[in-house]
């Protein structure tokens, strides 16, 4: 766990569409699972102190992977849970959202630069400070890093930039930026990663803001 | 002190229990090879560039041309340069017939190669740039060694 924290933090795959980002996000999270060499053991335990387990959260479905589906609504309501029942303030709680690694895709929708002041935003910045406190790992994935806020700019260890000559091509080309280091690039094959996820998975819209567009749009931009 | 709780996993457990575990799919391409190792092996495994393969790298472009790649390491004789310019220039010219084409942009970047091939110029820059980069280290050692700063 100490070894996911220092490395990993909070980590920033950036990229053009179909550069293999998401694949380099799930590629993570499948080395921290233990389920890179079959036959696959995941690294999910049967002993009851939560804070020894490896928890996965992320935003997308993943396929082959105990994980828990916590899209930005979901977050937004477990923010404050914890499983032994105490404040989330008190000083032996235990969060819900925490001990393990949070997958964010298309990180661009919940935690965009131009929405940075929106209440569900902050909840997610919010998630970005308090990080090392609940022991999470956060990987944000988004098309580039002007798209994010400053908080997540501004504490981001690890930046990873996907780069793919083709789109038929599985090698993926990282370059990885980590604080106080030089750059490195190395080559990877994402061709076994892609059967954890769907790569064309869309990013639902809340009703209410369809809602409040479909308004607007059909007042003419004056409501 | 965190307090043992024997049912904290529960919590968990439900909120993963709302998306099942599913079976992976085939892989996309069968046909690679078997290469599922952890992204820490592929990062292990390749040497990070040291200073003179990163001033290559830098002072090199690649201009995607075989003959332009070549000139770059090559040594050009002062003769040769200008009548090479001219070849150079028309054969680029020439191989776009009937295209659009920036002549000036295109003579400017063959002048820039054949400067930097002059006389084997470049080659030598390079070593220079990488001694004097690797004595200004080995000062910066021996000061910090003699705990006069640096």
């Known amino acids: 766990m100490a070894e996911v924290q220092k490395k990993l933090d909070l980590s920033l795959i950036t990229g053009e569409p179909g550069m293999g980002k998401t694949t380099t996000g799930v590629k993570i999270l499948v080395d921290k699972c233990g389920l890179t060499t079959p036959p696959y053991k995941q690294r999910f335990t049967n002993d009851p102190d939560y804070t020894k387990n490896y928890h996965v959260f992320a935003n997308i479905h993943l396929f082959g992977i105990k994980y828990a589906y916590l899209p930005l609504e979901k977050l937004i309501l477990h923010m404050n849970t914890t499983v032994n029942g105490l404040p989330i303030n008190h000083p032996d709680a235990i969060p819900l959202v925490g001990y393990g690694i949070y997958l964010y895709d298309e990180a661009s929708q919940g935690n965009n630069a131009r929405e940075s002041n ?106 | 002190m965190v307090q043992k709780n024997q049912n904290s996993d529960d919590l968990f457990n439900q909120l993963a229990e709302e998306q099942p575990i599913r079976d992976t799919e085939e892989s996309v391409d069968a046909s690679y090879d078997n290469d599922d190792r952890p992204l820490e092996y592929y990062e292990r495994n390749t040497p990070n560039l040291t200073d003179l393969q990163f001033l290559i790298k830098t002072l090199s472009p690649d201009f995607k041309d075989e003959v332009f790649n070549c000139l770059l390491v090559g040594r050009l004789s002062p003769d040769t340069f200008r009548p090479l310019f001219r070849l150079l220039v028309n054969n680029e010219i020439r191989r776009h017939r009937g295209k659009q084409i920036d002549v000036i942009k295109t003579a400017t970047k063959i002048y820039t190669i054949l400067t930097i091939a002059l006389d084997g110029k470049h080659v030598i820059d390079i070593l220079e740039i990488y001694g004097s980069k690797s004595s200004n280290d080995e000062l910066d050692n021996i000061s910090k060694n003699m705990g006069l700063g640096g």
């Open chain 1, 118 to 223: 929106s209440n569900d935003t902050m909840v997610l910045q919010s998630l970005v400070l308090q990080g090392r406190h609940r022991h999470l790992a956060i990987i944000f994935v988004a098309q580039f890093s002007r798209l994010m806020t400053w908080d997540t700019k501004g504490l981001t260890k690890q930046w990873i930039e996907c780069e793919r000559k083709n789109l038929d091509s599985p090698i993926i080309t990282l370059t990885v930026k980590r604080d106080g280091q030089p750059k490195h690039s190395f080559n990877f094959n994402g061709s076994k990663t892609w059967r954890y996820f769907k790569s064309d998975e869309i990013h639902a819209l809340s009703d209410a803001r369809l809602a409040r567009a479909y308004d607007r749009a059909k007042t003419g931009g004056e409501n």
